[in-house]
């Protein structure tokens, strides 16, 4: 029966094999046999390269298109009532609301043997509420884009 020994050893990827000693059960040196059997190793390299494969045009219009449109527009108008009274009152009226109509009370002192509050006037204000519907006409823009590939790849004049 013969014993076999596997020394690896570590050449560079041109150099590549191993010997494997074979050996006889009674040591003998002088009666061994050496063979050497090629052990290969494959090593890769991957790189990677930019490639162009194709180039775009891309343009750009603006349209532009007339629009109307109806919307509705609201006003508030205020009308301004003035009433005299001049009568003499305690104290200032506070303001009040009477329905659609506010009321603003104004008093000044009057300079007699003793000092009263005249309501002069009232002021009456009401609010008036119109609606109306305009017509708005504007110019609106609208971009568009065309992207387009050439066929062989080549350089797009960008004019």
């Known amino acids: 029966m013969l014993g076999i020994n596997i020394i690896k050893l570590d050449y560079s990827p041109e150099k590549t094999s191993q010997i494997m000693e074979e050996k006889r059960p009674d040591g003998d040196a002088e009666k061994s046999q050496s063979k050497v059997i090629p052990v290969i190793e494959e090593k890769i390299r991957i790189d990677k390269e930019k490639m162009e494969t ?3 045009k891309i343009s750009k219009k603006v349209h532009h298109e007339e629009v109307t449109e109806d919307i ?7 009308t301004v009532e003035r009433k005299e009274f001049n009568i003499f009152v305690e104290s200032a009226p506070p303001i009040r609301q009477e329905d659609d109509v506010t009321i603003i009370s104004v008093v000044k002192e009057v300079l007699v043997v003793e000092k009263k509050l005249m309501l002069v006037e009232e ?4 609010k008036h509420k119109n609606e109306r ?3 708005v006409q504007e110019t609106v823009r609208k971009e568009e884009v065309n992207i387009s590939k050439t066929e062989d790849g080549t350089a797009i004049d960008p004019s």
Do not use: A, D, P, Q
Request: net charge negative; no cysteine.
């Open 133 to 135: 519907t305009v017509s």
């Open 54 to 56: 194709g180039r775009f």
């Open 72 to 78: 509705s527009v609201s006003e508030e108008e205020l």
């Open 123 to 126: 002021i009456h204000l009401k």
